[in-house]
């Protein structure tokens, strides 16, 4: 396989396709080198349009949803960004490109030591990743950017009271079969707003909230 043609083809025909029109994100998505961060036996799947299990049970989220997260951030290289739920490293490197620092957490050690060893791999020195349940998260008005990679079957703040003024949070929120992926800006000192991008379905986060069950 032709590595280069296949990351070019990935980033034409799933991102660019799938409304990524940002060419910042999409030369960053054509440098990082995507087969770096995926199990070594699934490295042929490396660019495909799919999700792809990493272990622990979770997945690496398809080039396309990373491209759009990437785009609603916006982020800027004098920003300070959060990722939770790190998985093997891809997300991190590219917002590694895109700002000044990444702090990522990953709840499982063995995908928070592989996405250290991937990123050191890609020559990623401005993002760190550490262990740690993100439904911890208690800092306020830190962080420029923020995405968060497992979905919230329940809406929980805490994220969106983690960004600074100005600063955007993805998040993806409800439950199968139908879930909504926001773009949350804070827009003032207790004021947010919230946009709709599109709708996916993905795994939740691990410790999420979930709504209380129907019981007759």
């Known amino acids: 396989m032709n590595i280069e043609y296949a990351r070019e083809q990935m980033v034409e025909q799933q991102v660019h396709?799938?409304?990524?029109?940002?060419?910042?994100?999409?030369?960053?998505?054509?440098?990082?080198?995507?087969?770096l961060f995926v199990p070594s036996h699934l490295s042929g799947?490396?660019?495909?349009?799919?999700?792809?299990?990493?272990?622990?049970?979770?997945?690496?989220?398809?080039?396309?949803?990373?491209?759009?997260?990437?785009?609603?951030?916006?982020?800027?290289?004098?920003?300070?960004?959060?990722?939770?739920?790190?998985?093997?490293?891809?997300?991190?490197?590219?917002?590694?490109?895109?700002?000044?620092?990444?702090?990522?957490?990953?709840?499982?050690?063995?995908?928070?030591e592989q996405a250290r060893?991937?990123?050191?791999a890609a020559s990623i020195n401005n993002a760190g990743v550490e262990v740690a349940d993100a439904m911890q998260l208690a800092e306020e008005a830190r962080y420029d950017v923020i995405a968060v990679t497992g979905s919230l079957p329940v809406y929980d703040d805490r994220f969106q009271r983690a960004l600074k003024p100005g600063g955007r949070l993805f998040v993806v929120v409800g439950q199968e079969p139908v879930m909504e992926a926001w773009k949350v800006t804070r827009i003032g000192e207790r004021e947010w707003q919230r946009e709709v991008l599109f709708e996916t379905v993905i795994d939740p986060l691990v410790n999420a909230p979930t709504p209380p069950k129907f019981v007759f």
């Open 45 to 112: 799947m490396a660019f495909a349009d799919a999700f792809l299990p990493i272990g622990e049970g979770q997945t690496m989220l398809p080039p396309n949803v990373h491209g759009r997260i990437l785009q609603a951030l916006d982020a800027t290289p004098g920003d300070m960004a959060l990722e939770i739920g790190a998985g093997t490293g891809y997300l991190t490197a590219c917002l590694a490109r895109l700002t000044a620092r990444v702090r990522a957490l990953e709840f499982f050690p063995a995908l928070a």
């Open 17 to 35: 396709a799938w409304e990524v029109f940002d060419e910042r994100i999409l030369s960053v998505m054509r440098e990082v080198k995507r087969e």
């Open 117 to 120: 060893r991937n990123l050191h």
